[in-house]
């Protein structure tokens, strides 16, 4: 990207650095966004899990423990017969007596155990659509995070496409300042001589100045822009970057792209799905709910008087069916079917205006890109028409003085306008393709390409690492 006869190749630093590729692989899962997307998955799991679980029977157990005192003034007594306590209407306890050797023999303090297990498990319509409904949401859910995925993607393309302008320009510059150093000596020499004017030497420690001035801008930007990368994607914002070019032959996708696998359009027609399955639930909601119930106890208590040891178990256990069903809900039922049909061909129609919108679009930034690829090669030739006439008025100067100073330093602003412009046209090559790629759905076709071509650049040595230190 950044070669159009005017740069140069240079090696790279030998501190840690971050190529692109390892800047978006790390960013997808150690950045901000990256994180919270993960998050939001794992709440969409569980959400899922929650809706199975309720298909699931519910197993309770329980186990009560009861200590009972018994106090003996608040007993009447019968026979050891038959026992009558209805005589005293103010008896709260009746327990029968036991006779022991002619003595009556109290009833004592009791300890009584009851252990329960219990289970349902209700079957009904909405219980199982709900886990249809969450099933769906959690694929929504994924779509969201491909979005925000896509999103991440674009942010760090953008930010590395500023660091090539900025790295392109910084190159230009470096040489703008070598040539100036060295015009400044040649002038300097042809003043000594009597061929050029103070003014001339004026003048060309101006574009030295000028050179110098750009360079130290353009270096003091650059720790901004590598913050606001670390800070996209979440990489250390002390950590070196190497930036690399990444050629000017960027498939930009022709006339048109498959839209098939486009996040926003997967994302209508899951609503499209979801609404689709709220209308068959609303419908199903009308059938009974069948709820199928079983419990198993066990019961216990210790010794009942104190000269008498006995102890009773017994066992209870039921299995049973419960069929219920809404007979009149104030036409509540009638309302949310209705709504859900409504709804459904409104979503309809917004995934086929989202199919149209999508086409649009994307013939919209294939003309666009059409535009900056001619704009491209017109810079190009621009570029070049420049540097030979940045040749050309040098050696009138020098060589017969046939054409002022000033006329050589306008030519050589001008090709540094040309080159800038070039720059910012292929970084805006580079942004628009990004955007056409990832809005189809295709991002990481677009990447394998760049990583490719940066792996490609940096066995050839053609890449600058930058620092924000």
């Given at each position: 990207?950044?070669?159009?006869?005017?740069?140069?190749?240079?090696?790279?630093?030998?501190?840690?650095?971050?190529?692109?590729?390892e800047?978006?692989?790390?960013?997808?899962?150690?950045?901000?966004?990256?994180?919270?997307?993960?998050?939001?998955?794992?709440?969409?799991?569980?959400?899922?899990?929650?809706?199975?679980?309720?298909?699931?029977?519910?197993?309770?157990?329980?186990?009560?423990?009861t200590?009972?005192?018994?106090?003996?003034?608040?007993?009447?007594?019968?026979?050891?017969?038959?026992?009558?306590?209805?005589?005293?209407?103010?008896?709260?306890?009746?327990?029968?007596?036991?006779?022991?050797?002619?003595?009556?023999?109290?009833?004592?303090?009791?300890?009584?155990?009851?252990?329960?297990?219990?289970?349902?498990l209700?079957?009904?319509?909405?219980?199982?659509?709900?886990?249809?409904?969450?099933?769906?949401?959690?694929?929504?859910?994924?779509?969201?995070?491909?979005?925000?995925?896509?999103?991440?993607?674009?942010?760090?393309?953008?930010?590395?496409?500023?660091?090539?302008?900025?790295?392109?320009?910084?190159?230009?510059?470096?040489?703008?300042?070598?040539?100036?150093?060295?015009?400044?000596?040649?002038?300097?020499?042809?003043?000594?001589?009597?061929?050029?004017?103070?003014?001339?030497?004026?003048?060309?420690?101006?574009?030295?100045?000028?050179?110098?001035?750009?360079?130290?801008?353009?270096?003091?930007?650059?720790?901004?822009?590598?913050?606001?990368l670390?800070?996209?994607?979440?990489?250390?914002?002390?950590q070196?970057?190497r930036?690399?070019?990444?050629?000017?032959?960027?498939?930009?996708?022709?006339?048109?792209?498959?839209?098939?696998?486009?996040?926003?359009?997967?994302?209508?027609?899951?609503?499209?799905?979801?609404?689709?399955?709220?209308?068959?639930?609303?419908?199903?909601?009308?059938?009974?709910?069948?709820?199928?119930?079983?419990?198993?106890?066990?019961s216990?208590?210790?010794?009942?008087?104190?000269?008498?040891?006995?102890?009773?178990?017994y066992?209870?256990?039921?299995?049973?069916?419960?069929?219920?069903?809404?007979?009149?809900?104030?036409?509540?039922?009638?309302?949310?079917?209705?709504?859900?049909?409504?709804?459904?061909?409104?979503?309809?129609?917004?995934?086929?205006?989202?199919?149209?919108?999508?086409?649009?679009?994307?013939?919209?930034?294939?003309?666009?890109?059409?535009?900056?690829?001619?704009?491209?090669?017109?810079?190009?030739?621009?570029?070049?028409?420049?540097?030979?006439?940045?040749?050309?008025?040098?050696?009138?100067?020098?060589?017969?003085?046939?054409?002022?100073?000033?006329?050589?330093?306008?030519?050589?602003?001008?090709?540094?306008q040309?080159?800038?412009?070039?720059?910012?046209?292929?970084?805006?090559?580079?942004?628009?393709?990004?955007?056409?790629?990832?809005?189809?759905?295709?991002?990481?076709?677009?990447?394998?390409?760049?990583?490719?071509?940066?792996?490609?650049?940096?066995?050839?040595?053609?890449?600058?690492?930058?620092?924000?230190?």
């Amino acid at each position: 990207m950044w070669t159009v006869g005017f740069l140069m190749t240079f090696s790279t630093s030998a501190s840690a650095q971050s190529s692109f590729e390892e800047i978006v692989r790390d960013a997808r899962t150690d950045s901000p966004t990256a994180q919270m997307s993960a998050a939001d998955l794992d709440i969409a799991r569980h959400r899922k899990g929650r809706s199975v679980a309720r298909l699931m029977p519910q197993i309770n157990l329980s186990d009560t423990q009861t200590y009972r005192v018994n106090n003996p003034d608040r007993y009447s007594f019968g026979s050891d017969e038959e026992p009558d306590c209805e005589d005293d209407p103010t008896n709260i306890f009746c327990l029968p007596l036991a006779i022991t050797d002619g003595q009556i023999t109290l009833p004592e303090n009791t300890l009584s155990n009851i252990l329960s297990l219990s289970g349902t498990l209700p079957i009904s319509s909405g219980s199982i659509t709900n886990v249809m409904q969450q099933n769906l949401s959690k694929q929504k859910t994924q779509v969201q995070v491909d979005a925000q995925d896509e999103r991440l993607v674009q942010d760090l393309i953008n930010q590395y496409a500023e660091l090539q302008y900025s790295v392109g320009a910084l190159i230009m510059y470096e040489e703008s300042l070598m040539l100036a150093e060295e015009t400044l000596r040649a002038v300097e020499g042809r003043r000594d001589a009597g061929e050029a004017t103070a003014l001339d030497v004026d003048q060309a420690q101006l574009d030295v100045d000028q050179a110098a001035l750009s360079i130290a801008q353009i270096e003091r930007s650059l720790p901004n822009t590598l913050d606001q990368l670390a800070l996209t994607s979440g990489r250390p914002a002390e950590q070196d970057v190497r930036v690399c070019p990444f050629s000017d032959n960027i498939d930009t996708g022709g006339e048109s792209l498959d839209l098939a696998r486009a996040t926003s359009l997967e994302s209508v027609e899951l609503d499209l799905r979801m609404d689709t399955l709220d209308r068959t639930s609303a419908r199903l909601d009308i059938l009974p709910t069948l709820t199928f119930i079983g419990s198993l106890s066990y019961s216990g208590n210790g010794e009942d008087f104190q000269s008498l040891s006995d102890s009773f178990i017994y066992d209870n256990w039921y299995v049973g069916a419960n069929l219920s069903m809404t007979l009149f809900d104030g036409l509540n039922r009638h309302h949310v079917r209705r709504e859900a049909v409504a709804s459904l061909e409104k979503t309809e129609i917004e995934v086929e205006t989202e199919r149209r919108s999508l086409a649009l679009e994307d013939q919209k930034m294939a003309l666009d890109l059409r535009d900056v690829a001619e704009d491209l090669d017109l810079s190009a030739r621009a570029v070049s028409l420049q540097e030979r006439e940045v040749t050309a008025s040098r050696s009138l100067y020098f060589d017969g003085g046939a054409t002022t100073f000033d006329m050589y330093t306008q030519s050589r602003s001008m090709l540094e306008q040309f080159r800038l412009q070039y720059l910012g046209l292929q970084r805006q090559q580079l942004q628009l393709t990004a955007q056409r790629w990832i809005k189809a759905g295709q991002g990481d076709a677009l990447l394998e390409t760049l990583f490719a071509r940066e792996r490609a650049h940096a066995a050839a040595i053609q890449c600058r690492t930058v620092s924000s230190q």
